[in-house]
T-cell receptor, first 109, second 112 residues
Framework: GQQLNQSPQSMFIQEGEDVSMNCTSS?????WLWYKQDPGEGPVLLIA?????ELTSNGRLTAQFGITRKDSFLNISASIPSDVGIYFC?????????FGKGTSLLVTP | NAGVTQTPKFQVLKTGQSMTLQCAQD?????MYWYRQDPGMGLRLIYY???????DKGEVPNGYNVSRLNKREFSLRLESAAPSQTSVYFC???????????FGSGTRLTVV
């Protein structure tokens, strides 16, 4: 599959801080998606982006589809303890999704 | 609640044993997928099924077979388990636009 480079690999932050993570690829994608995985569960869709340049918000989460179609970022504002988990970016060019390796987020009260 | 159901949740196998992981969805989705998740590797596609009666290989299909039994069910079979197949397996489904998958809660498989 097409490789997605997701960074950072992990983050350890204090409650209330803002968080930013990003994903890049050498390939162009038609759709970018961001998922969150809680411990012991499957990933859950947070935000889907369908057009280059698109900026979309979902509560405290904001994500953008890069102009080049080869990158995307996710921001979380005013983090809270329940934001803990692994965040995955995913890009779609062919039939199935290609996933990044994930960003592990830890939030201390 | 509507969603994707996987069974079993946990399984330990001996090398060489066979088993089938079951997956069912009740969202009337045409497309279904099997991924494996390993530490530091993210999610890798094993097989997918674009519609009932069709299956295609993904990134890491070796050692696995699949069956799309009907529109609801998509099973993954390990004919002769190997320690390298120790992983967490996720089933997912999506609508025709493939805009976002719904995942099951996973099967944690250990091969000893």
């Amino acid at each position: 599959g097409q490789q997605l480079n997701q960074s950072p690999q992990s983050m350890f932050i204090q409650e209330g801080e803002d968080v930013s993570m990003n994903c890049t690829s050498s390939s162009i994608f038609n759709t970018w998606l961001w998922y969150k995985q809680d411990p012991g569960e499957g990933p859950v869709l947070l935000i889907a982006l369908y057009k280059a340049g698109e900026l979309t918000s979902n509560g405290r989460l904001t994500a953008q589809f890069g102009i080049t179609r080869k990158d995307s970022f996710l921001n979380i504002s005013a983090s809270i303890p329940s934001d803990v988990g692994i965040y995955f970016c995913a890009g779609q060019a062919g039939y199935a999704l290609n996933f990044g390796k994930g960003t592990s987020l830890l939030v201390t009260p | 609640n509507a969603g994707v159901t996987q069974t079993p949740k946990f399984q330990v196998l001996k090398t060489g044993q066979s088993m089938t992981l079951q997956c069912a969805q009740d969202m009337n989705h045409n497309s279904m997928y099997w991924y494996r998740q390993d530490p530091g590797m993210g999610l890798r596609l094993i097989y997918y099924s674009a519609s009932e009666g069709t299956t295609d290989k993904g990134e890491v299909p070796n050692g696995y077979n699949v069956s799309r039994l009907n529109k609801r069910e998509f099973s993954l079979r390990l004919e002769s388990a190997a320690p390298s197949q120790t992983s967490v397996y996720f089933c997912a489904s999506s609508d025709d636009n493939n805009y976002g998958y719904t995942f099951g809660s996973g099967t944690r498989l250990t091969v000893v």
